[in-house]
């Protein structure tokens, strides 16, 4: 059974800083996928990691995959108030997602 | 790009009712999934909506609960029956667009059971 751990849970940061989430996956996953949720809002896909060694950037969010390690790292670089939201990661089986627990992200001016 | 479209967007219910929910893409999909998201919580996957068939349940949920159809590529239909309040979340419709590589979700439907 594909389970996703995912850390921290809460992260409170001070604007500037970098800051990096953490999500390990058990079994073999066919895709990862980062998304961005706002409050009261839907899911915004961020990135969707398909190889291992696989690295994308927007803006100042980046993912990387160690598909041998089973872990997928959200790397924020000096983090603005906007980044501020839940970041889920997600790890695929076939179509289907396995999510995790979801990391609050709070950025403090 | 292609918009997914749920309704309603929220909703407040009596206990022991039912309520559908509603998704439309504007383009063509492979395939269709229903996720709950709990208050405060993370999301989990209800049903893969199959196109033309019965919909393929996860544990823990069963078609007499939350029914869904899917009669085209892309509408589908989830229904909560006989509501309580720990049915009160968000349903996300969620669908893989055809040669994105990519799963989309759309805006919710907030459902809370009084």
């Known amino acids: 059974e594909l389970k996703v751990e995912q850390n921290p849970l809460f992260l409170s940061m001070q604007e500037g800083k970098n800051y990096t989430i953490y999500c390990n996956y058990s079994?073999?996953?066919?895709?990862l996928y980062w998304y961005r949720q706002d409050p009261g809002k839907s899911l915004e896909s961020l990135f969707v990691?398909?190889?291992?060694?696989a690295v994308k950037q927007e803006g100042r969010l980046m993912a990387s995959l160690d598909t041998k390690a089973r872990l997928s790292t959200l790397h924020i670089t000096a983090a603005v108030h906007d980044l501020s939201a839940t970041y889920f990661c997600a790890a695929s089986y076939g179509n289907k997602l396995v999510f995790g627990a979801g990391t609050i992200l709070r950025v403090k001016s | 790009s292609a918009v997914i479209s749920q309704k309603p967007s929220r909703d407040i219910c009596q206990r022991g009712t039912s309520l559908t929910i509603q998704c439309q893409v504007d383009s063509q999909v492979t395939m269709m999934f229903w996720y709950r998201q709990q208050p405060g919580q993370s999301l989990t996957l209800i049903a893969t909506a199959n196109q033309g068939s019965e919909a393929t349940y996860e544990s823990g949920f069963v078609i007499d609960k939350f029914p869904i159809s899917r009669p085209n590529l892309t509408f589908s239909t989830l229904t909560v029956s006989n509501m309580s309040p720990e049915d009160s979340s968000i349903y996300l419709c969620s669908v893989d667009f055809v040669n994105t590589g990519e799963l989309f979700f759309g805006e919710g439907s907030r459902l809370t059971v009084l």
């Open positions: 990691l398909l190889s291992n060694g």
């Open positions: 079994t073999t996953s066919d895709r």
